[in-house]
């Protein structure tokens, strides 16, 4: 069986990132926690990092429910009822963290700190499914190459509208990314947005957020 999919590589890729944002968020905030809150210098960086990581997450699950899971479920056999659920839930927890960073100003961190761990807690199992079920042989058996193609191609403009502001999101989906990903992402970007856009214009709206690329 085809091992390329260009439906599957894009689910595994935004999956990676928003893995990787959230584990960022959780691994600097426990940090912050040990070391009596945050550093006057990263509070404004790491709002904005979370709730760039929100924004990302909102729109990979409205791709889902609107145009994705319809498209599949005509032809492939998954829970998809568990998997809505799992995105209203998690929606409720994304409220929260809005709410959790408005906190922050006073000082807490607990309930943020809470509140991603929910968020983590819910996330795993959910992705499991959906790579166990949307996996690279039953795409391909499926769909071919290029009909994947011109899925893929309508998730990521979809996605690009629920995702807010583009000068925040995809600095935050390539820093999100390892070099091998990042590259083949940024071959589907046009290349003003990745060597003008992103480096210059927009540099100084996302450039707080630099510390959190880890
Ligand atoms: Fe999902
Ligand atoms: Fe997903």
Redesign the pocket.
């Known amino acids: 069986m085809n091992n390329s999919s260009p439906v599957v590589e894009g689910l595994l890729m935004i999956h990676r990132i928003i893995s990787k944002g959230l584990n960022n968020s959780i691994w600097k905030c426990d940090a912050y926690m040990a070391n009596h809150g945050i550093p006057r210098d990263e509070k404004e960086g790491f709002v904005m990092y979370v709730t760039t990581l929100k924004w990302v997450t909102h729109s990979?699950?409205t791709t889902?429910d609107e145009l994705g899971f319809p498209y599949f479920m005509d032809h492939i056999d998954a829970p998809y009822d568990r998997?809505k659920q799992?995105?209203l839930t998690m929606a409720q927890v994304l409220e929260k963290l809005d709410k959790n960073l408005t906190d922050i100003a006073s000082g807490s961190l607990v309930a943020l700190r809470d509140t991603l761990g929910e968020f983590r807690d819910l996330w795993g199992p959910?992705?499991k499914i959906?790579e166990e079920n949307f996996s690279f042989d039953r795409i391909n058996r499926i769909f071919d190459q290029k009909e994947q193609k011109k899925l893929a191609k309508m998730f990521s403009e979809h996605s690009s509208k629920n995702s807010g502001p583009g000068p925040l999101a995809l600095p935050f989906m390539l820093n999100n990314l390892e070099k091998a990903d990042r590259e083949a992402f940024m071959t589907e970007i046009p290349w003003v947005v990745t060597k003008i856009l992103m480096p210059v214009v927009w540099k100084k709206k996302w450039e707080p957020m630099e510390p959190f690329f880890l």
């Open positions: 990979h699950h889902e998997l799992d995105h959910h992705i959906e």
